[in-house]
């Protein structure tokens, strides 16, 4: 499969599966609460979420955005489901970003999410490489499951300006 298409599937691939998030009906609130913060001992983050809207393709993502957003269209902390927060592991001119070393983490370590005056505890489950086209770590569960997103550096090619794979923390609600 030459580049072009490859890029062409996973485009078609991103529609669907956001077609599937806003269709289960577990989209966020239009904007994601300005009190909602994410803290992440092991990676030394403690940062405030802001949001990350679909544009009708995919989510609208600052290239400069320094801190973490929610990615529109997944589940969100009042309602359950699979909350999806993305930051960007490298900026545009390849500085650190707030998830540089997102792929660090490992199981049993805690993620702190403050929301609405209320603190709940996740513990990582699975820290894993996915394609960059896999949307299935985006899909929605039952229950309560909070995934972290960012680009994976170690697949970044200078070439074609791209990464080809994402880093995926899973974490578990436990408190």
Same mark, same amino acid.
């Given at each position: 499969?030459?580049?072009?298409?490859? &890029?062409?599937?996973? =485009?078609? /691939?991103?529609?669907?599966?956001?077609? /599937?998030?806003?269709?289960?009906?577990?989209?966020? $609130?239009?904007?994601? %609460?300005?009190?909602? =913060?994410? %803290?992440?001992?092991? /990676?030394?983050?403690?940062?405030?979420?802001?949001?990350? $809207? /679909?544009?009708?393709? +995919?989510?609208?993502?600052? $290239?400069?955005?320094?801190?973490?957003? &929610?990615?529109?269209?997944?589940?969100?902390?009042?309602?359950?489901?699979?909350?999806?927060?993305?930051g960007h592991s490298y900026m545009p001119d390849r500085t650190p970003g707030i998830f540089v070393a997102l792929h660090t983490l490992r199981p049993g370590d805690i993620v702190?999410?403050?929301? %609405?005056?209320?603190? =709940?505890?996740?513990?990582?489950?699975?820290?894993?490489?996915?394609?960059?086209?896999?949307? +299935?770590?985006?899909?929605?569960? %039952? #229950?309560?499951?909070?995934?972290?997103?960012?680009?994976? #550096?170690?697949?970044?090619? $200078? *070439? +074609? *300006?791209?990464? &080809?794979?994402?880093?995926?923390?899973?974490?578990? =609600?436990?408190?």
């Amino acid at each position: 499969m030459t580049h072009t298409a490859a &890029h062409a599937t996973a =485009r078609r /691939l991103l529609i669907l599966a956001v077609a /599937l998030l806003v269709l289960t009906g577990l989209a966020a $609130p239009a904007a994601a %609460s300005p009190e909602t =913060r994410i %803290s992440i001992p092991a /990676l030394n983050v403690d940062a405030a979420v802001g949001r990350f $809207p /679909l544009n009708g393709v +995919s989510w609208t993502i600052d $290239p400069w955005f320094t801190g973490l957003g &929610h990615l529109q269209g997944t589940g969100w902390f009042d309602r359950g489901g699979n909350i999806a927060v993305g930051g960007h592991s490298y900026m545009p001119d390849r500085t650190p970003g707030i998830f540089v070393a997102l792929h660090t983490l490992r199981p049993g370590d805690i993620v702190t999410v403050s929301y %609405s005056g209320e603190t =709940r505890q996740y513990t990582v489950a699975d820290v894993r490489s996915v394609a960059v086209n896999d949307l +299935s770590v985006l899909y929605p569960v %039952s #229950g309560e499951r909070l995934t972290l997103i960012t680009c994976d #550096g170690a697949s970044y090619d $200078p *070439n +074609s *300006n791209l990464y &080809h794979r994402r880093v995926i923390v899973v974490a578990e =609600r436990t408190g």
